[in-house]
């Protein structure tokens, strides 16, 4: 029963209000310091009023960071490439993986299915640094420290439990007489498989992907021990900032805006199939 | 004494950013103590609306509500003396059923030996007394909602709601099950609103059936007049199955011309002096369409015998009808076979508006 | 040698035997209905043989080769789904389509077949829309058209209209022998509605606890049911059912029931001095407002109208129920119940069971 009135209204809007100022506050603070320069920032009291300066985003792009020190050479860019890089690369290879193994363990139930399942889930609960130790020393011995495959290799840790266990559920929520009716119109599994199961789990497939691109571009322990200067992404690449002379908070937020800008905008994208996958709706017949 | 009137009920769902809902239209009923009624429609004809809110469970948006002399709307649901039984079976999981049979009795303050005997007796009429220690989530779906209508039934309120009381029950069960529910209702002169989709149902258990279809009550009335004198072409076609056969056709002249779905014509029947000329749809009931006679030439599309009757299928010159009878008959498929449509057995209905014109020899108005 | 021969199939879930020995022979073009309770492993044996399933052992022959060995897509059957399992993100046209694609037919030759499979099932209107568009009883025509439209030389069809609403359902009845007999190959169909059983079967089979406890005509069935549990399932309401002693009187038999003496006629003599379980049909019980000759005595305590037939609720001398059945024009005789009449029973035909295990006591030879 729905009896709002207008107090009752007003009052839901407000809450809202409040809740969203709560968590977007920071977010929109550090929005604002990346168009200020340090001095404005440390002001007593801080305020809201200031001359914008776009030279925080100039500095991370020309990779010449300007302070009271001296010039320091930073590789931002680099880093940002390289966050684009080594996430987009897991996702894929996770998927590529991930996405017929979680078919596998919907569909079919064999010797040991839910060990190897709950394992592979199993590399989410053990704190990194326990791994890390033993990891980096293996990767010194087999020579993937500070490459591309090596740190790709390592965030499989982290991408391929999240496809798995998210699209396993997809794939099981599809009731399997659709597939089996498929199969008897004459189509081989295969063809089930990408006509039918594919297609119909997509919105899982595309959640699964966003979340675990998001959780490869967060990485930083992984990162900050297994690769050097010139494979470090986004995250590890912002210590930078912090130099000899003091913390360069404009640069730091302004480095932060650009290191949210591709997550956001692939969640923007993605939210389509999001969408579509709640109103395609009626997969249980 | 406990007659319970439904004037002008209206009820209206708003909800925000959305047109409001009128789920139930000006409904106005007269129930008589001790009557049982049903309420029947199909999802969304307004029929649980207004159950929900001669239980207290919805608000009346318009009209008023009285049981006996004392006006319903404005009482909470527990100060109308009204026993319901859920479609969701609603039990108390942490009790037995046994406990959950006899709750209201309890409260009530009821001596100890009297809930004992009345539980036994309402247990033994819908065989639960089986069960009677075992917990709800422990038993089928059949036996909850069993449990459910003994803890509705048991306490012989002024007024008895059920809604959808019979749909899961167990299929041998069910003739029985309602023969035994109907004699306890009319034994103790409950008076009894129950809601259905299934008009099978409704015909057993009701004195009265209100019939309804987007939150219009459509007809109000004994089983026999439904079937017998439905008012529109909403009735005739709800009631009954197998449903009445309805063809489309039109008045000209002396003659009623029937046509096939694709529109061409297909055979005439005889018209009545008053027949205004115009469009209009000609019903009969299955069992009054007579097979082995007649004017009319047909083919055997299915003959079905169901031990007790038998349903056939003829193809009229491109019409389809559907024949009953009680006793078997030996026709092939493929065969043809002579039918007759008795005059008396003719509804016709007004094209437009779905109103009935004539029963039979007998005007609707 | 039967066209479709499915051999001893065993089959167990986790610890569960679900079909027992299971053997059934399906002739070219022969409409065969599985029939039995939910649960009973009905659809399980229509995996078996659409190949999606494989059993524990036993043998599935088409033409008396064994097609154990092959997938799903090559054993060419066609299947329609209890809950249609359409292709939720294709249109009605491709869900048709599916078969003739997976066979690679030219697009003007599947657009030619589609339409006109279309045509037959009364969908052509929809083609275009997506199942979330599609009514409950076009999705049924849809999942029934995509079985269909390949001409496979066995369809399974799995309680294709459980889930169609009941006018539907009847109408689908009627029309489906036609349609069936016109496609022309072996039919296995599944349903828990002895109705659509005893409607659609050229034979019915009943399946309960895993094993088919018989196989018959199904005017054979509801006539000689092998056993109570199959009389039980056939018969709407269902077969009354009374433990008796028949003992010799006189030069014929006779037993207590309903706390008179009642003298059984010849055919029965064999059953003299065994204990046995007599079930009487409702239809075999003529009732009576006024004494009539072999009439027993009863009260009757309602009146619940069914559809063609009216249900009578009797109460006998010795405290028992009775059901029993009178055709609609009779029931006025009756009015509400409660009032004294006089019951006559067709003790000719009765049919009699084994107490323990339930098994038929045959006729006399």
Same mark, same amino acid.
């Given at each position: 029963?729905?009896?709002?009135?207008?107090?009752?209204?007003?009052?839901?809007?407000?809450?809202?209000?409040?809740?969203?100022?709560?968590?977007?506050?920071?977010?929109?603070?550090?929005?604002?310091?990346?168009?200020?320069?340090?001095?404005?920032?440390?002001?007593?009291?801080?305020?809201?009023?200031?001359?914008?300066?776009?030279?925080?985003?100039?500095?991370?792009?020309?990779?010449?960071?300007?302070?009271?020190?001296?010039?320091?050479?930073?590789?931002?860019?680099?880093?940002?490439?390289?966050?684009?890089?080594?996430?987009?690369? @897991?996702?894929?290879?996770?998927?590529?993986?991930?996405?017929?193994?979680?078919?596998?363990?919907?569909?079919?139930?064999?010797?040991?299915?839910?060990?190897?399942?709950?394992?592979?889930?199993?590399?989410?609960?053990?704190?990194?640094?326990?791994?890390?130790?033993?990891?980096?020393?293996?990767?010194?011995?087999?020579?993937?420290?500070?490459?591309?495959?090596?740190?790709?290799?390592?965030?499989?840790?982290?991408?391929?439990?999240?496809?798995?266990?998210?699209?396993?559920?997809?794939?099981?929520?599809?009731?399997?007489?659709?597939?089996?009716?498929?199969?008897?119109?004459?189509?081989?599994?295969?063809?089930?498989?990408?006509?039918?199961?594919?297609?119909?789990?997509?919105?899982?497939?595309?959640?699964?992907?966003?979340?675990?691109?998001?959780?490869?571009?967060?990485?930083?322990?992984?990162?900050?021990?297994?690769?050097?200067?010139?494979?470090?992404?986004?995250?590890?690449?912002?210590?930078?900032?912090?130099?000899?002379?003091?913390?360069?908070?404009?640069?730091?937020?302004?480095?932060?805006?650009?290191?949210?800008?591709?997550?956001?905008?692939?969640?923007?994208?993605?939210?389509?199939?999001?969408?579509?996958?709640? @109103?395609?709706?009626?997969?249980?017949? | 004494?406990?007659?319970?009137?439904?004037?002008?009920?209206?009820?209206?769902?708003?909800?925000?950013?959305?047109?409001?809902?009128?789920?139930?239209?000006?409904?106005?009923?007269? !129930?008589?103590?001790?009557? !049982?009624?049903?309420?029947?429609?199909?999802?969304?004809?307004?029929?649980?609306?207004?159950?929900?809110? !001669?239980?207290?469970?919805?608000?009346?948006?318009?009209?008023?509500?009285?049981?006996?002399?004392?006006?319903?709307?404005?009482?909470?649901?527990?100060?109308?003396?009204? %026993?319901?039984?859920?479609?969701?079976?609603?039990?108390?999981?942490?009790?037995?059923?046994?406990?959950?049979?006899?709750?209201?009795?309890?409260?009530?303050?009821?001596?100890?030996?009297?809930?004992?005997?009345?539980?036994?007796?309402?247990?033994?009429?819908?065989?639960?007394?089986?069960?009677?220690?075992?917990?709800?989530?422990?038993?089928?779906?059949?036996?909850?909602?069993?449990?459910?209508?003994?803890?509705?039934?048991?306490?012989?309120?002024?007024?008895?709601?059920?809604?959808?009381?019979?749909?899961?029950?167990?299929?041998?069960?069910?003739?029985?099950?309602?023969?035994?529910?109907?004699?306890?209702? !009319?034994?103790?002169?409950?008076?009894?609103?129950?809601?259905?989709?299934?008009?099978?149902?409704?015909?057993?258990?009701?004195?009265?059936?209100?019939?309804?279809?987007?939150?219009?009550?459509?007809?109000?009335? %004994?089983?026999?007049?439904?079937?017998?004198?439905?008012?529109?072409?909403?009735?005739?076609?709800?009631?009954?199955?197998?449903?009445?056969?309805?063809? %489309?056709?039109?008045?000209?002249?002396?003659?009623?011309?029937?046509?096939?779905?694709?529109?061409?014509?297909?055979?005439?029947?005889?018209?009545?002096?008053?027949?205004?000329?115009?469009?209009?749809?000609?019903?009969?009931?299955?069992?009054?369409?007579?097979?082995?006679?007649?004017?009319?030439?047909?083919?055997?599309?299915?003959?079905?015998?169901?031990?007790?009757?038998?349903?056939?299928?003829?193809?009229?010159?491109?019409?389809?009808?559907?024949?009953?009878?009680?006793?078997?008959?030996?026709?092939?498929?493929?065969?043809?076979?002579?039918?007759?449509?008795?005059?008396?057995?003719?509804?016709?209905?007004?094209? %437009?508006?779905?109103?009935?014109?004539?029963?039979?020899?007998?005007?609707?108005? | 040698? $039967?066209?479709?021969?499915?051999?001893?199939?065993?089959?167990?879930?986790?610890?569960?035997? =679900?079909?027992?020995?299971?053997?059934?022979?399906?002739?070219?073009?022969?409409?065969?209905? =599985?029939?039995?309770?939910?649960?009973?492993?009905?659809?399980?044996?229509?995996?078996?043989?659409?190949?999606?399933?494989?059993?524990?052992?036993?043998? =599935?022959?088409?033409?008396?080769?064994?097609?154990?060995?092959?997938?799903?897509?090559?054993?060419? =059957?066609?299947?329609?789904?209890?809950?249609?399992?359409?292709?939720?993100?294709?249109?009605?046209?491709?869900?048709? $389509?599916?078969?003739?694609?997976?066979?690679?037919?030219?697009?003007?030759?599947?657009?030619?077949?589609?339409?006109?499979?279309?045509?037959?099932?009364?969908?052509?209107?929809?083609?275009?829309?997506?199942?979330?568009?599609?009514?409950?009883?076009?999705?049924?025509?849809?999942?029934?058209?995509? $079985?269909?439209?390949?001409?496979?030389?066995?369809?399974?069809? +799995?309680?294709?209209?459980?889930?169609?609403?009941?006018?539907?359902?009847?109408?689908?009845?009627?029309?489906?022998?036609?349609?069936?007999?016109?496609?022309?190959?072996?039919?296995?169909?599944?349903?828990?509605?002895?109705?659509?059983?005893?409607?659609?079967?050229?034979?019915?089979?009943?399946?309960?606890?895993?094993?088919?406890?018989?196989? +018959?005509?199904?005017?054979?069935?509801?006539?000689?049911?092998? +056993?109570?549990?199959?009389?039980?399932?056939?018969?709407?309401?269902?077969?009354?059912?009374?433990?008796?002693?028949?003992?010799?009187?006189?030069?014929?038999?006779?037993?207590?029931?309903?706390?008179?003496?009642?003298?059984?006629?010849?055919?029965?003599?064999?059953?003299?001095?065994?204990?046995?379980?007599?079930?009487?049909?409702?239809?075999?019980?003529?009732?009576?407002?006024?004494?009539?000759?072999?009439?027993?005595?009863?009260?009757?305590?309602?009146?619940?109208?069914?559809?063609?037939?009216?249900?009578?609720?009797?109460?006998?001398?010795?405290?028992?129920?009775?059901? $029993?059945?009178?055709?609609?024009?009779?029931?006025?005789?009756?009015?509400?119940?409660?009032?004294?009449?006089?019951?006559?029973?067709?003790?000719?035909?009765?049919?009699?069971?084994?107490?323990?295990?339930?098994?038929?006591?045959?006729?006399?030879?």
């Amino acid at each position: 029963m729905d009896r709002s009135n207008p107090v009752t209204k007003i009052l839901r809007g407000l809450a809202l209000l409040a809740i969203g100022l709560f968590f977007l506050f920071p977010l929109f603070w550090v929005a604002l310091m990346s168009f200020q320069t340090n001095e404005q920032i440390l002001r007593i009291p801080p305020s809201i009023v200031f001359e914008p300066t776009l030279s925080n985003y100039w500095a991370l792009i020309s990779g010449r960071l300007v302070s009271t020190a001296g010039v320091l050479e930073i590789k931002f860019m680099g880093n940002l490439w390289n966050s684009v890089f080594l996430s987009t690369t @897991s996702v894929a290879l996770a998927l590529i993986l991930g996405v017929p193994a979680a078919y596998a363990f919907a569909r079919f139930r064999f010797r040991l299915s839910e060990d190897i399942a709950f394992t592979l889930l199993s590399f989410r609960f053990a704190p990194p640094l326990l791994v890390l130790l033993p990891l980096s020393l293996y990767f010194q011995d087999i020579g993937l420290t500070d490459t591309y495959v090596g740190l790709i290799w390592v965030y499989q840790l982290i991408a391929l439990p999240l496809i798995l266990w998210i699209v396993r559920g997809y794939f099981e929520d599809i009731s399997p007489d659709i597939e089996h009716a498929y199969r008897i119109d004459g189509h081989s599994w295969w063809k089930t498989f990408t006509k039918i199961a594919l297609p119909l789990a997509r919105p899982g497939i595309a959640a699964a992907a966003l979340l675990s691109f998001i959780f490869c571009w967060n990485n930083f322990i992984f990162a900050l021990i297994l690769a050097s200067a010139g494979k470090q992404p986004v995250t590890v690449g912002a210590l930078a900032f912090v130099t000899a002379s003091g913390i360069q908070y404009g640069q730091i937020a302004a480095a932060v805006i650009l290191s949210i800008l591709p997550t956001l905008l692939l969640a923007l994208y993605a939210q389509r199939y999001l969408v579509e996958g709640l @109103s395609l709706g009626a997969v249980k017949g | 004494m406990a007659e319970l009137n439904l004037t002008a009920v209206d009820k209206i769902y708003q909800s925000r950013g959305k047109p409001p809902v009128h789920a139930v239209r000006s409904v106005d009923m007269a !129930i008589g103590d001790g009557e !049982i009624v049903g309420l029947l429609g199909s999802s969304g004809c307004g029929k649980t609306s207004t159950l929900r809110m !001669i239980a207290g469970f919805e608000d009346v948006s318009r009209g008023e509500i009285r049981l006996g002399s004392r006006v319903l709307n404005e009482l909470a649901p527990a100060e109308r003396g009204v %026993a319901m039984a859920f479609e969701g079976y609603a039990l108390y999981p942490p009790l037995t059923v046994r406990d959950n049979v006899g709750f209201a009795l309890l409260r009530a303050r009821t001596p100890k030996a009297e809930i004992e005997r009345r539980v036994a007796e309402i247990a033994s009429l819908l065989e639960i007394g089986d069960i009677l220690d075992r917990y709800p989530p422990t038993i089928s779906a059949g036996q909850q909602q069993r449990t459910s209508l003994a803890r509705a039934l048991i306490r012989r309120a002024d007024l008895s709601l059920l809604d959808e009381p019979m749909s899961q029950l167990e299929p041998q069960l069910r003739a029985i099950l309602r023969a035994r529910i109907k004699d306890f209702l !009319i034994e103790h002169k409950m008076t009894t609103v129950f809601v259905t989709h299934d008009q099978t149902e409704a015909l057993a258990l009701a004195d009265r059936i209100a019939v309804m279809e987007g939150g219009v009550l459509q007809q109000f009335a %004994a089983p026999a007049d439904l079937k017998e004198r439905p008012a529109n072409l909403f009735v005739a076609s709800f009631i009954g199955e197998p449903p009445m056969n309805i063809m %489309a056709g039109e008045i000209a002249g002396q003659e009623i011309v029937i046509r096939t779905v694709q529109g061409e014509k297909a055979f005439t029947l005889p018209a009545q002096a008053g027949d205004r000329p115009g469009e209009i749809r000609v019903g009969i009931r299955p069992h009054r369409v007579r097979v082995g006679e007649g004017p009319l030439k047909g083919q055997v599309v299915s003959n079905q015998w169901l031990g007790d009757q038998t349903h056939l299928g003829i193809e009229v010159e491109g019409v389809l009808l559907v024949a009953v009878t009680d006793g078997t008959l030996n026709i092939g498929i493929g065969e043809a076979v002579p039918v007759a449509l008795p005059g008396d057995a003719l509804h016709l209905f007004d094209a %437009a508006s779905g109103a009935a014109l004539r029963h039979g020899e007998v005007s609707a108005a | 040698m $039967a066209f479709l021969d499915l051999d001893r199939l065993s089959l167990a879930f986790k610890k569960e035997q =679900v079909l027992k020995e299971a053997s059934l022979q399906v002739e070219r073009g022969e409409t065969v209905v =599985v029939f039995g309770p939910s649960g009973g492993g009905k659809t399980v044996l229509l995996r078996l043989v659409s190949g999606v399933m494989q059993p524990d052992s036993g043998d =599935v022959r088409l033409n008396g080769r064994s097609i154990l060995d092959q997938g799903p897509e090559e054993r060419g =059957v066609g299947m329609a789904f209890q809950n249609f399992a359409l292709y939720p993100h294709m249109p009605a046209f491709e869900n048709i $389509a599916s078969p003739l694609r997976a066979r690679r037919l030219a697009d003007s030759e599947i657009e030619r077949r589609v339409h006109e499979t279309a045509r037959l099932l009364k969908i052509d209107h929809v083609l275009k829309h997506f199942p979330k568009e599609l009514s409950n009883g076009q999705k049924q025509r849809t999942a029934l058209g995509r $079985a269909l439209i390949a001409g496979p030389e066995v369809l399974l069809l +799995d309680d294709p209209l459980r889930n169609v609403d009941a006018k539907l359902r009847y109408e689908m009845r009627i029309e489906l022998p036609r349609l069936l007999k016109s496609f022309g190959g072996s039919v296995l169909y599944v349903t828990q509605d002895y109705k659509e059983a005893m409607a659609l079967g050229d034979r019915v089979a009943v399946l309960l606890d895993g094993r088919f406890l018989q196989i +018959d005509r199904p005017a054979e069935i509801y006539k000689n049911p092998a +056993d109570v549990r199959i009389a039980r399932l056939f018969g709407d309401p269902t077969i009354n059912l009374y433990p008796v002693q028949p003992r010799p009187a006189g030069n014929g038999i006779e037993i207590e029931l309903f706390g008179s003496k009642v003298t059984l006629p010849g055919s029965h003599g064999h059953l003299q001095g065994r204990e046995c379980l007599m079930g009487l049909r409702p239809e075999h019980i003529h009732v009576h407002t006024e004494p009539v000759e072999g009439g027993l005595p009863m009260e009757l305590d309602a009146v619940t109208p069914l559809n063609v037939r009216t249900v009578l609720f009797l109460r006998t001398q010795d405290n028992r129920e009775l059901l $029993a059945t009178c055709s609609e024009h009779e029931q006025g005789n009756f009015g509400r119940g409660h009032r004294a009449v006089h019951a006559r029973i067709d003790f000719e035909r009765a049919l009699f069971f084994e107490p323990a295990s339930g098994t038929r006591l045959p006729a006399a030879a």
